[in-house]
């Protein structure tokens, strides 16, 4: 058992299923567990194989460079990126000289090369009608889940059998009535009612954290459906959705499934399980999905299904702004290392993120920060996550110019636009680009002819969302599996101030949303994370939501009404709301039942015994072990669906009692 082989530590071949995995892993448990004799060296051994070879990309990761990511992650990282540097291609369309090769064989016919691009084959127009639609949004043509999923195409609704319905629920939420300047729209309300049901392809989420970001304060200040009345626009199907108002805050955040529509476990995209972790997709034309709030209920398409604890929550909550610094440097100015890069706003998180990564990549960064008074701390700050210069950005040029000396980056990051940009075009060698993520300005860099005829300088626009929608959920994924590897590593740090909704007032509030551009009295400026929850909470919650759902519909599966249904004469009584007060801690399941199947007995379902059993999983301590780990609970609801217990309202109570909070 000393191999350091994953396959071998679990029996398995290289080429094993999921299910295959799993079943080695049980087989391994029943004999090497330490509550069955085994020792706790080898037994960690082969929870850490399992760990890596239960998760596709790890087991990718471990395949490929047969490390089991735990280390080296900083020197996988640079190469990939140097792999994908040496292997670009420059990007174009048709060879004009191929094309006139190809028209001069078509027999030498006269007017050949001119009538060529006329006459498509029917594989050929199809390919260019597709090519022509993409960011267009969708054409012509629907599925059944975009008409029930969207409002768009009239009031076609899912038939009941797919809702779940809610106890009463409240949540503290930062809303608007209006739209406007965030700081003075905003506001904190302590009992935001939530939805009397899940409609068909929801989830309800419990939210740990989310980030302040421009695109949340844009989306607050205005209605961006009056871009569908202008071109280019107005020339597609991609439209930006309507908010209707009054409206819950937040476009980015992290959050834990608590509830589902009965249909989402079961969908072919987008399914997602009670606590799963997920991450909002960046979309850029639909609604705020509203996470500025402890709970919210948002579409599964609008999610993103990540391993739990990938990285820190804060982490997390930036996420977007991790991707973002990820996507600058991999997809513009061909960087190698050696080259120069630089980027203003580099103190907030996504220039936080540029700084390491260039320094992972041997690139030089040249940063800029507001001149004030914090300075000089924000200046020590990059310079020990890596920074090679850390300059003053203000609007004296020359000062600007001699302070850069002999240094021309070949690319310019840019979150300010306007005069900021423009001075930072100045700095580049010829042919640089200059790539705009954010424009907190409020108006584009404009770059002068000599710098665009003579030095062909480019100006570029970067979208996050747009590269998710073009590049597909599963590439933005791993994206983030890369980056939490990287993080995981501790090669990958974000400086935030966290702003618990517990502790918010007005002024408060005012204070978390301008302090990415205004530093407290001696301190930094920084994006603010707004604590919403925590894990514990949210098993807590899901918990007691599960008690309230069955004493209102049963152990079974629920009937499809809504609050206003009668309630069963046994259940009269109005069941009390989810709140954070629960009753007295339960003893351990193994000290209240012997063995697995005393438990289904006392939950009225011994139909089950005889599948625990066969599974060899009748000791509780095994069970309790199982639940334990960071995504125990998640493991063992998948284990009871494997071993045939389809009714979720069974799964859900059985993994309760095991935990000990029913």
């Known amino acids: 058992m000393e191999s350091?082989?994953?396959?071998?530590?679990?029996?398995?071949s290289r080429t094993a299923t999921s299910d295959e995995i799993r079943n080695a892993y049980r087989d391994c448990a029943m004999q090497h567990h330490p509550d069955r004799g085994g020792e706790a060296k080898v037994w960690a051994s082969i929870q850490h194989a399992y760990d890596t070879l239960s998760e596709p990309q790890r087991r990718a990761t471990y395949d490929r460079t047969k490390q089991d990511g735990s280390a080296g992650a900083e020197k996988q990282f640079g190469q990939s990126f140097a792999d994908k540097s040496e292997g670009s291609a420059k990007k174009g369309g048709l060879s004009i000289v191929q094309q006139i090769a190809e028209a001069k064989q078509e027999g030498g016919k006269a007017g050949a090369l001119a009538t060529a691009g006329y006459d498509l084959s029917h594989a050929q127009g199809f390919d260019a009608?597709?090519?022509?639609?993409?960011?267009?949004?969708?054409?012509?043509?629907?599925?059944?889940?975009?008409?029930?999923?969207?409002?768009?195409?009239?009031?076609?609704?899912?038939?009941?059998?797919?809702?779940?319905?809610?106890?009463?629920?409240?949540?503290?939420?930062?809303?608007?009535?209006?739209?406007g300047p965030a700081e003075e729209v905003l506001y904190v309300e302590r009992e935001c009612a939530m939805p009397e049901k899940l409609g068909h392809g929801e989830v309800l989420v419990h939210m740990l954290a989310a980030c302040v970001t421009d695109?949340?304060?844009?989306?607050?200040?205005?209605?961006?459906?009056?871009?569908?009345?202008?071109?280019?626009?107005?020339?597609?199907?991609?439209?930006?959705?309507?908010?209707?108002?009054p409206a819950t805050a937040g476009v980015e955040g992290v959050g834990i499934v608590i509830a589902t529509a009965k249909n989402v476990p079961l969908l072919k995209e987008h399914a997602l399980e009670v606590k799963d972790w997920v991450v909002v997709r960046p979309e850029a034309r639909r609604k705020p999905v509203g996470c500025w709030s402890t709970m919210c209920v948002v579409d599964s398409s609008m999610l993103v299904k990540v391993p739990a604890h990938l990285m820190p929550v804060s982490h997390l909550a930036c996420s977007r702004s991790l991707c973002t610094a990820y996507r600058l440097l991999e997809d513009f100015g061909g960087l190698r290392p050696g080259d120069t890069i630089i980027q203003n706003a580099a103190d907030l998180p996504v220039g936080q993120?540029?700084?390491?990564?260039?320094?992972?990549?041997?690139?030089?960064?040249?940063?800029?920060?507001?001149?004030?008074?914090?300075?000089?701390?924000?200046k020590a700050q990059l310079v020990e996550l890596g920074a090679s210069h850390v300059l003053r950005d203000n609007g004296r040029l020359g000062e600007f110019v001699e302070a850069l000396g002999q240094m021309m980056p070949r690319l310019a990051i840019d979150a300010l636009g306007g005069e900021a940009g423009k001075r930072m075009s100045v700095a580049l060698r010829p042919g640089g680009q200059l790539v705009m993520y954010s424009l907190q300005s409020g108006s584009v860099p404009?770059?002068?002819?000599?710098?665009?005829?003579?030095?062909?300088?480019?100006?570029?626009?970067?979208?996050?969302?747009?590269?998710?929608?073009?590049?597909?959920?599963?590439?933005y994924r791993e994206m983030?599996?890369?980056?939490?590897?990287?993080?995981?590593?501790?090669?990958?740090?974000?400086?935030?101030?966290?702003?618990?909704?517990?502790?918010?007032?007005?002024?408060?509030?005012?204070?978390?949303?301008?302090?990415?551009?205004?530093?407290?009295?001696?301190?930094?400026?920084a994006r603010s994370v707004l604590v919403l929850g925590d894990e514990a909470t949210a098993?807590?919650?899901?918990?007691?939501?599960?008690?309230?759902?069955?004493?209102?519909?049963?152990?079974?599966?629920?009937?499809?009404?809504?609050?206003?249904?009668?309630a069963p004469a046994a259940t009269a009584a109005a069941p009390r709301p989810v709140a954070a007060s629960l009753s007295a801690q339960?003893?351990?399941?193994?000290?209240?039942?012997?063995?697995?199947?005393?438990?289904?007995?006392?939950?009225?379902l011994s139909q089950y015994a005889s599948a625990f059993e066969e599974e060899e999983m009748t000791s509780m301590e095994l069970l309790e072990d199982i639940v334990s780990r960071g995504d125990g609970e998640k493991e063992l609801m998948d284990a009871l669906k494997e071993m045939g217990i389809k009714k979720m309202g069974h799964r859900q109570a059985i993994v309760g009692a095991v935990v000990g909070k029913l």
Not at 4 to 12: F, I, K, M, S
Not at 156 to 173: H, N, V
Not at 493 to 520: F, M, Y
Request: aromatic share 8%; charged share 20%.
């Open 215 to 245: 695109e949340d304060l844009l989306r607050v200040q205005t209605p961006l459906t009056v871009l569908n009345n202008f071109p280019p626009f107005n020339r597609t199907n991609n439209k930006w959705e309507e908010v209707p108002l």
């Open 4 to 12: 350091r082989d994953l396959y071998a530590l679990l029996g398995v």
């Open 586 to 604: 339960r003893p351990r399941a193994s000290e209240r039942w012997a063995d697995a199947a005393a438990m289904l007995a006392d939950l009225s």
């Open 446 to 475: 404009v770059i002068t002819p000599s710098l665009l005829m003579y030095q062909q300088i480019s100006l570029h626009g970067f979208s996050l969302p747009q590269w998710v929608d073009e590049n597909g959920v599963d590439a």
């Open 129 to 179: 009608w597709v090519r022509n639609q993409k960011g267009l949004g969708k054409h012509n043509f629907y599925n059944a889940e975009d008409l029930l999923r969207s409002g768009k195409y009239g009031n076609i609704e899912a038939t009941g059998t797919t809702s779940q319905p809610l106890p009463p629920l409240s949540a503290s939420a930062i809303r608007f009535d209006a739209h």
């Open 353 to 378: 993120a540029v700084v390491q990564l260039c320094h992972m990549l041997k690139i030089r960064s040249i940063n800029l920060v507001p001149d004030d008074a914090s300075f000089d701390k924000v």
């Open 539 to 566: 098993s807590e919650v899901y918990f007691e939501l599960q008690a309230n759902i069955r004493a209102l519909y049963g152990a079974d599966e629920p009937a499809a009404a809504g609050h206003g249904a009668a």
């Open 480 to 525: 983030l599996d890369t980056i939490g590897e990287l993080v995981k590593a501790g090669s990958l740090q974000l400086a935030t101030r966290d702003v618990h909704i517990s502790s918010l007032d007005g002024a408060k509030l005012a204070e978390a949303l301008s302090a990415h551009r205004v530093p407290l009295p001696g301190g930094v400026r």
